[in-house]
């Protein structure tokens, strides 16, 4: 393991409150992803960035927030937008944007809102 | 866009036996097709893929077929172990089209291996 870390692994938020998970790799991946994994609905696209200070919407955008200042940082805020954000978030990263390249995927953060 | 349909949900076998997880997809443009692994409590890890100028790929007791006209791709895991245990997610993905070769995952297959 390493390369590709998210911090923390569990996190617990009243609801009404923004939350930001962290998410640091040192592989010099220039592509950068974030994912919500939910019970039986496989992997969803939340963002995804091709290059720093870039990012793009993925499937299920609504309630969320990403930057990419730094290539090797791609921090995801769940704002109180977000309807259902209790769920675990998988980051990800890869040699480079597009499909063909191996993605890497951090441990996750469960995120708890109640 | 893309949508990708995996079956079965669930799937028991005893250690020794195959397994086969089948993944069907949407879209005719989809051109690449990878199988990621996801142990209990860990992340996802890449296992193996496959691109549409391939009909199969084989990696030891893990293979993997394609079947353009029919849409539809699968994962064959021989002489199963026990460590085979595991969530196994399908994915699809269109390298050049307006969905910018992210991948659209199937939603899992929890793989149980019976010693």
């Known amino acids: 393991d390493g390369g ?33 994994q939910d ?3 496989g992997l969803r696209l939340i963002y995804y960035s091709q290059i720093v200070n870039d990012f793009q ?30 769920a675990f978030y998988l980051c990800a990263s890869s040699i480079s944007g597009g499909s063909f390249y191996e993605q890497y995927f951090g441990p996750g953060t469960r995120l708890t809102v109640t | 866009g893309e949508n990708v349909e995996q079956h079965p949900s669930t799937l028991s ?10 993944c069907t997809y949407s879209d005719s443009a989809s051109n690449y ?4 692994k996801q142990e209990l409590g860990k992340r996802p890890q890449l296992i ?20 353009k006209t029919a849409k539809h791709f699968s994962l064959h895991i021989t ?5 085979d245990s595991a969530v196994y997610f399908c994915a699809a993905s269109d390298e050049w089209g307006g969905s910018q070769g992210n991948l659209i995952f199937g939603k899992g297959t929890k793989l149980s291996v019976k010693p």
């Open chain 2, 48 to 67: 193996i893929d496959i691109r549409s100028n391939v009909g199969e790929k084989k990696d030891q007791r893990i293979a993997v077929t394609l079947n």
């Open chain 2, 33 to 36: 097709f990878p199988w990621y």
């Open chain 2, 13 to 22: 076998v005893q250690e020794g036996d195959s397994a086969v997880i089948k």
């Open chain 1, 4 to 36: 590709i870390t998210q911090s923390p692994k569990y996190l617990f938020r009243k609801e009404g409150q923004n939350v930001t998970l962290s998410c640091e790799q040192n592989l010099n991946h220039d592509a950068m992803y974030w994912y919500r």
């Open chain 1, 57 to 86: 919407k993925g499937d299920i955008a609504e309630g969320y927030s990403v930057s990419r200042e730094k290539k090797e940082s791609f921090p995801l805020t769940v704002t109180s937008a977000q309807k259902n954000p209790t």
């Open chain 1, 39 to 41: 019970p039986g609905q």
């Open chain 2, 79 to 83: 002489e199963t172990q026990p460590e």
